[in-house]
């Protein structure tokens, strides 16, 4: 057996892992992130014991604990984390301690890369790209069938290469970055601020006049239905999302790439429309063998990953 734990901005979800890769058991916890590294990390440890106690699995027969968080995290600490307000978080160590199960700590996306490429839609290629469009944009990177973590083992920052210097700023601090085009935070505030300023149209409909629930699914729809602020928007989502692959597939030749997050799962047509740009900019070869796939795992993804990376 093993324990997977995806440690996100407001939830962590655990998993229990059989051989087979078959999630037997979860929970699920809320973050409540402004408590700090402490209290989180002693949800996490309440968590795995009252999973393992429950499904009857005392802690000898779990080989071990693999943690996934967003940030940057390099073998044993969480070295930066914005969503959890984590800096040199000692994770490794400290459930290791308490459990005395050996513990491993990956970045969420480079885990829900490998979960998708071992047990979803990426299987069998050697050279795979993960990007996952939630509110921010992170990718993680395959080659030769491994994950690729660069020299300070912070590679795959998909969201921030700049697809336009002159570009949207974007919270990392640089402009015009993927991550600021195509991130689901970014596009939905440029819809809002326009009808915070006045404006309705078809996409005041589609949210029944309520601007808190838009997302990124509403302002597709409402593109498909012809409102012009949305087409507007959407259509540069499309065309830099369409080009950021065109990058990738020249750089990289993967044999798949696969999209995921929140982004992706309320479109409908984005990775069609998207995969039309691509195929139009990129060099040929470089697109002839690849396969553009929607992930299909969800969070699933991130737990299967981080229980199965070396
Ligand atoms: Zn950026």
Redesign the pocket.
């Known amino acids: 057996m093993r324990i997977g734990i995806d440690v996100g901005g407001t939830k962590i979800a655990i998993g229990l892992v059989d051989g087979t890769g078959r999630i037997v058991a979860r929970r699920r916890i809320l973050t409540e992130s402004w408590r700090g590294y402490g209290p989180i990390r002693d949800r996490i440890l309440a968590g795995i014991d009252g999973m393992l106690r429950e499904g009857g699995v005392s802690g000898e027969e779990v080989e071990r604990i693999g943690v996934a968080a967003a940030g940057q995290v390099r073998g044993d600490r969480i070295l930066f984390s914005p969503n959890l307000h984590w800096e040199n978080a000692p994770l490794k160590a400290d459930l290791e301690r308490v459990t005395a199960i050996e513990t491993f700590l990956e970045n969420d996306v480079n885990a829900a890369t490998y979960g998708e490429w071992k047990f979803g839609m990426a299987q069998g290629g050697a050279h795979v790209v993960g990007i996952f469009i939630g509110t921010g944009i992170g990718g993680g990177l395959i080659f030769d069938g491994r994950l690729y973590r660069g020299c300070s083992g912070v590679a795959g920052e998909l ?2 290469i700049t697809l336009n210097p002159q570009g949207y700023r ?3 601090g ?1 402009t015009g ?1 993927f ?2 085009y195509c991130g689901g935070a970014y596009v939905v505030d440029r819809v809002k601020k326009r009808i915070e300023q006045g404006y309705r149209g078809k996409v005041w409909d589609l949210i029944s006049g309520r601007p808190e629930e838009l997302h990124a699914g509403h302002i597709e729809a409402a593109y498909l239905e012809g409102d012009e602020v949305c087409t507007a928007v959407w259509k540069e989502v499309i065309e830099y999302l369409g080009v950021a692959l065109q990058n990738l597939v020249n750089l990289l030749n993967p044999e798949v790439i696969i999209c995921g997050g929140g982004v992706i799962e309320g479109a409908r047509q984005l990775m069609e429309d998207a995969r039309g740009v691509m195929e139009k900019r990129a060099l040929s070869p470089s697109v002839a063998d690849l396969r553009l796939e929607k992930a299909r795992l969800g969070e699933d993804a991130v737990i299967l990953g981080v229980t199965c990376m070396e």
């Open positions: 969201g921030h974007c919270n990392c640089s970055c991550e600021a």
